[in-house]
């Protein structure tokens, strides 16, 4: 009997016709002995695995010792989150070289994220352990590759010391999901990189300047988890959130970040700071480096720099204006993609819900102490404790946010890839129902709807509905000047403002490049908040020319 005849559905004629395709692709290429120690139900189990998502097949085709052995040492069936610190410490023990050390960490990643899909998949893991397992495994192949690329760099170029002759270590800001451990099944991570103080080297014949030896070793670790190899990536690394974005130094000192967001800090970096999580060390470290105390200090001293820069004491009435410029921006990408599938960036989509709770937090996180916390369903109670939201608010954010995070997991283990839109192909529908134990797509298309169009009203309701002022600005061409669309989406976006307003003797590819050359300048310069608060309004008037 087919296993996948265990649940309900009303029709599983497809994935009965791919778990035959499947498992004959798998067993045409292994030997019977690579699959044979597995009990009748792990080979049921593994046999749904592979029909369910492409990745898991693809990873037991590429490494199929890997894969079976987590049924085989019954590591899939474990309920408690592994202990992925100890598990990449013994891994790297003997590690000789970086070439070694990516492909390691690469069968690494492969082997358990396969095992979270199959938890995710198979054996309906609930969400919070999904996104715990996730964020604490990136946590520790950054920071397991993070401490042996730092013994490797001190034995070629010494260790770093400070002036008074403190020893340095290269911090790990996570941003973004991975920040609030909410990290999603194929992400991006987004990091920045900082070390306590200027100094130099010491212990090798030349001594280098701490600022070359941690960009050094900050690319190494980058090129460790980004590059991709035979063996695939570990993940895709973005450093555009660093100060100064791409333009910016790979490293900072702590006084230089101090500097950055007391000067130069934007509202929207107040925004991406919120969930800012300096990674800790999983690994003890050698005599020449910090020790556990003191890596710990220098992580206080960090959220302690950075804390008023995120968190005022006061209402700023002027991010208040901010946050309705970027509420502004996100109505007008709706529009713009048309984004009736994309379960993040759609109407009532998880990107609402998480502009919802940020936007409290920013404006009243400074005098409510609870509401600085980096998790969204941590944050979302201490909002009805504190009287920013009622409970019937919560319930709905909540129980949408959870489908939603739940879903766009499912469809990125699919395939290992970073989506968040629909499927559009039945095989893929059908998956996705099988795993939610729903019977149809229409009961699942309402379900859905459901969700994201009470997401859409607790968001106009709580952040305001546009009035007709705010429409014409959210036409206005400053959103171009604000947003982080790349080269492709700006120029069909000017193009697309230049046909409505007739304006055909300007050229669109054009008109971008030069505004982006202008804003990268502009971005290296240290003009100061109220220097890009004029800057945004002389856009505004410069922009006038295309009206």
């Known amino acids: 009997m087919s296993i996948l005849t265990l649940l ?90 970086e070439e070694q050390l990516h492909r390691l960490l690469r069968r690494f990643r492969l082997q358990q994220m396969v095992n979270i899909a199959i938890a995710d998949l198979v054996l309906n893991i609930p969400l919070e352990y999904s996104l715990e397992r996730l964020s604490l495994l990136a946590d520790a192949l950054i920071q397991g590759s993070l401490h042996w690329l730092t013994e490797f760099c001190q034995d070629k170029w010494g260790t770093p010391m400070s002036k008074s002759g403190e020893p340095q270590s290269l911090l790990v800001y996570g941003m973004g999901k991975l920040g609030g451990k909410e990290l999603n099944f ?41 590059q991709q190899t035979a063996d695939g990536f570990v993940y895709r690394v973005d450093m555009r959130l ?64 950075l804390k008023p820069f995120v968190y005022r004491r006061y209402i700023d009435f002027s991010v208040i204006d901010s946050l309705r410029k970027m509420k502004s921006m996100i109505s007008q990408e709706v529009r713009r993609k048309q984004l009736v599938n994309n379960i993040k960036l759609g109407a009532g989509g998880i990107r609402e819900i998480e502009f919802i709770v940020q936007v409290f937090q920013l404006i009243r996180g400074g005098r409510v102490k609870e509401l600085q916390q980096r998790n969204l369903l941590t944050v979302l109670p201490e909002l009805v404790t504190s009287g920013e939201i009622e409970e019937e608010s919560k319930i709905v954010l909540e129980n949408a946010y959870c489908f939603l995070r739940r879903v766009e997991n499912i469809l990125q283990a699919l395939a290992d890839k970073q989506t968040q839109t629909l499927p559009d192909n039945a095989l893929d529908k059908q998956r996705l129902l099988y795993v939610l134990n729903i019977d149809c797509w229409d009961s699942f298309m309402q379900i859905l709807q459901g969700h994201m169009d009470g997401v859409h009203e607790k968001f106009e309701e709580l952040i305001g509905i546009e009035g007709p002022n705010n429409q014409a600005e ?74």
């Open 186 to 226: 194929s992400s991006d991570i987004d990091l920045i990189f900082v070390y306590p103080h200027s100094g130099e080297t010491q212990g090798c014949r030349r001594n280098l300047d701490n600022q070359q030896f941690f960009t050094r070793l900050a690319q190494k670790l980058i090129a460790s988890l980004h």
């Open 8 to 97: 309900p559905h009303h029709d599983n004629n497809l994935l009965e016709q791919q778990q035959q395709k499947s498992w004959q692709q798998f067993s045409q290429r292994q030997h019977p002995k690579s699959y044979q120690a597995l009990t009748s139900q792990q080979l049921k189990h593994f046999k749904l695995a592979i029909t369910l998502s492409d990745f898991i097949l693809t990873s037991a085709l590429q490494a199929p010792e890997l894969v079976i052995e987590l049924f085989v040492s019954k590591s899939v069936y474990q309920e408690q989150t592994p202990e992925y610190a100890c598990l990449i410490q013994a891994l790297l023990e003997n590690c000789q070289s």
């Open 474 to 547: 959210d036409q206005h061409w400053s959103v171009l000047w604000n947003s982080r669309w790349n080269n492709e989406e700006s120029i069909a976006w000017i193009e697309q403002e230049l046909v409505k307003q007739n304006s055909s003797e300007w050229k669109s590819d054009t008109v971008w490049h030069l505004l982006a050359d202008f804003r990268d300048d502009v971005g290296k310069r240290s003009i100061g908040s109220r220097g890009r608060q004029v800057l945004d309004k002389l856009i505004q008037d410069l922009f006038a020319i295309f009206n």
């Open 242 to 305: 660093r100060p100064f974005g791409d333009s910016g130094p790979l490293v900072l000192t702590f006084s230089a970040m101090e500097d950055y967001y007391q000067e130069q800090g934007r509202d929207w970096e107040r925004y991406a700071m919120l969930k800012a999580r300096v990674i800790p060390p999983i690994l003890k470290l050698s005599t020449n480096e910090p020790s556990i105390n003191e890596e710990q200090s220098y992580h206080q001293q960090l959220s302690t720099l």
